[in-house]
């Protein structure tokens, strides 16, 4: 009887707790700069609601794109796609939105070597934090500023 009525109340919480949708990641549309350096993410959105993007940095006043990302809806799952051009034999390399962290958007892909996540969290609406993480959470974070 405690089982269920357990099992009753989590299946209730979780009908009522609002999960992320394609819609809430919408913000990142446009250009963002890490800050103190010149490497950039820029993103756009597509005629069929999916975010298009690169990473990309600027020397000696040229773009050198890095990576080709995208984030999309497919089977009720929300996911984020990087294809670095110098890596992996330029093949994608899917993240799955874990819609069980709240407060950030967290793609995992544990079986990838590194990154195991991607997290975005907005703090506000021209400042992002993003950590790239690996085995144990180790990695690195750095900030970003939407450009104008």
């Known amino acids: 009887m405690k089982s269920t009525i357990s099992l009753l109340t989590l299946l209730l919480l979780s009908s009522i707790m609002p999960n992320p949708n394609l819609n809430d990641l919408h913000f990142l ?9 010149e490497n950039y993410e820029a ?25 080709q990302l995208s984030i999309k809806m497919n ?48 703090l506000n609406d021209t400042t992002l934090f993003v950590a790239v993480l690996g085995d144990g959470d180790k990695g690195f974070s750095y900030k970003m500023f939407k450009q104008k």
């Open 29 to 37: 549309a446009g250009t963002w700069k890490v800050e103190k350096k």
């Open 43 to 67: 993103w756009k959105l597509n005629k069929d609601n999916l975010l298009e993007g690169s990473s990309y940095k600027i020397k000696g006043g040229n773009k050198q794109i890095d990576e």
């Open 75 to 122: 089977a009720e799952k929300i996911i984020y796609t990087a294809k670095v051009l110098n890596q992996n034999n330029a093949q994608p390399i899917d993240f799955i939105l874990n819609k069980e962290v709240k407060g950030k958007f967290s793609f995992e892909n544990p079986s990838h070597d590194f990154p195991k996540k991607i997290q975005y969290t907005k």
